[in-house]
């Protein structure tokens, strides 16, 4: 249980956490620079860490629930007062990635970028859920507006998400590079 949950903090924070801004880095490649660049099989590489991933949090969910149901408290999220955020949550993040499965929805770029943007949604109303069904009789009004907040959600992805796009497009061109005739 250790491994699943090591390794979806590690594609968590390295590649779903700003996976938007890594399709909208292709896009725009692919805007400007007319086919020059491998940008569809890096988008399909996209979709199955999606797909992946997808499979990796509903097992580990599946197993922690069997292992300890009181860690995941689903009656109280499910049927309580925030009920809506949960299954919004459950459908952004666990449901709504499988379509990409489909062919025809996960060649559309357009279609993948809407699917990591409602995960990211799902992502943050994952954190709102546990936080108000945790503390929702818990008031605080001396906390103010975090600066920070806006720079670790934004800026930050922003940059890996340009950087990862070039990454997956180099290895992208040294895999489909076609080797050179040489005439004698």
């Known amino acids: ?12 924070g390295n590649l779903i956490y700003c996976l938007p801004f890594t399709i909208i880095s292709l896009m725009l490649i692919e805007l400007f620079f007319n086919n020059k660049f491998k940008t569809k099989i ?18 580990s969910f599946i197993v ?12 109280n999220r499910a049927t309580g007062d925030y009920k809506w955020a949960y299954w919004v949550m459950s459908f952004c993040t666990l449901i709504l990635p ?7 929805l996960a060649k559309r770029g357009l279609y993948v970028l809407a699917i990591s943007i409602l995960m990211k949604i799902g992502f943050y109303l994952e954190r709102f859920t546990i936080v108000t069904t945790s503390f929702h009789r818990d008031y605080n009004t001396s906390q103010g507006f975090d600066f920070k ?12 998400g340009v950087i ?21």
């Open 1 to 12: 249980m250790e491994v699943l949950e090591q390794i979806r903090r590690i594609i968590d």
């Open 42 to 59: 890096v988008l399909n590489w996209i979709r199955w860490i999606i797909i992946s991933y997808t499979a990796i949090i509903l097992i």
């Open 64 to 75: 922690g629930m069997l292992i300890n149901p009181q860690e995941y408290a689903i009656v």
């Open 98 to 104: 499988l379509s990409l499965l489909n062919n025809k």
């Open 149 to 160: 907040i806006i720079f670790n959600g934004i800026v930050i992805p922003l940059i890996q």
């Open 164 to 184: 990862i796009a070039f990454v997956f497009l180099f290895f992208a061109q040294v895999y489909k590079r076609e080797p050179k005739k040489v005439n004698y």
